[in-house]
């Protein structure tokens, strides 16, 4: 009886080199890359329904049409030489981004819910890189829809300038204060889990956060608590920045830009903290 031939072994099978993370300045290429890919895609949404910039910037521009002409009239609210418009548009201006920005939770719960979330937690893009591209997102709308307040406020006489260092940074400003109240709505988003939950709070904070701050009237008006409190919020620096940039109140640029910018990293860190606990 033969014996069936053996084959010889087969050479072992070759794989691909092992590609090794990036370290330095291409690790920063990289994440920036990624930032960009999902402010993109966040970016893109506004496809879909174009209109939403217009209808969400419809309050905002009711209250610089009849709150701001009103109280302008009344003269009831000491502004010193500067006219009440020109002191009320970078408030508004800084509403307008606001609204937009503290609903943005709602956004990573709608991923959440179909799938996409898990899937992009599974990759090897860190957590803040997905947190930064949408906020990066709601700066852009938010800037997208100011321009419709600052339209508005020339038409309606404020002296705004036109310098374009200065527009350069009140859209800085904008961003900034988009990126942490963004942040804000994704922390609150990861703590409670669901939609109706998160609107209602949203809903809950959005004026306290509006009031408590200088965008309607100036500080020294305010009893001592709520100065206090509006110290200690985000807003009314965005809005002493604006005003100064926009309309040539006083302001402390580096004190403005400082606690925004130091926001925004906080929102983020905290932000990203907290999206593992809406895969769960």
């Not at 402010?39 to 496809?47: D, G, P």
């Amino acid at each position: 009886m033969s014996e069936a031939p053996v084959e010889p072994l087969s050479a072992p099978a070759e794989y691909p080199p092992l590609r090794h993370a990036p370290h330095g300045p291409a690790r920063l290429l990289v994440l920036a890359s990624r930032i960009g890919t999902f402010a993109l895609v966040e970016l893109q949404k506004l496809r879909h329904d174009r209109t939403e910039l217009v209808t969400r910037a419809v309050q905002p521009a009711l209250w610089m049409l009849i709150f701001g002409t009103t109280f302008s009239r009344l003269r009831s609210i000491p502004t010193g030489s500067l006219p009440y418009l020109d002191f009320l548009a970078p408030g508004i201006i800084a509403q307008s981004a606001l609204f937009i920005a503290i609903f943005y939770g709602i956004q990573i719960i709608w991923d959440r819910d179909a799938g996409i979330l898990n899937k992009l937690m599974v990759t090897p893009t860190p957590r803040s890189a997905l947190i930064a591209g949408k906020c990066f997102a709601a700066g852009v709308r938010s800037v997208a829809q100011v321009l419709i307040i600052v339209v508005l406020s020339l038409v309606m006489g404020v002296h705004m300038t036109l310098n374009p260092l200065k527009l350069l940074g009140a859209v800085v400003a904008v961003m900034l204060g988009a990126s942490f109240f963004a942040c804000l709505s994704m922390t609150i988003a990861g703590l409670v889990g669901q939609r109706d939950r998160l609107m209602g709070i949203g809903q809950a904070i959005t004026m306290p956060l509006f009031f408590a701050s200088n965008a309607l009237y100036p500080l020294d008006l305010m009893p001592g608590w709520l100065r206090v409190i509006s110290h200690v919020n985000p807003l009314s620096y965005e809005v002493e920045m604006l005003r100064g940039l926009l309309v040539g109140a006083g302001y402390r640029l580096w004190l403005d830009l400082g606690v925004l910018v130091l926001a925004a990293i906080v929102g983020t860190v905290c932000a990203s903290s907290l999206l593992g606990r809406l895969t769960r």
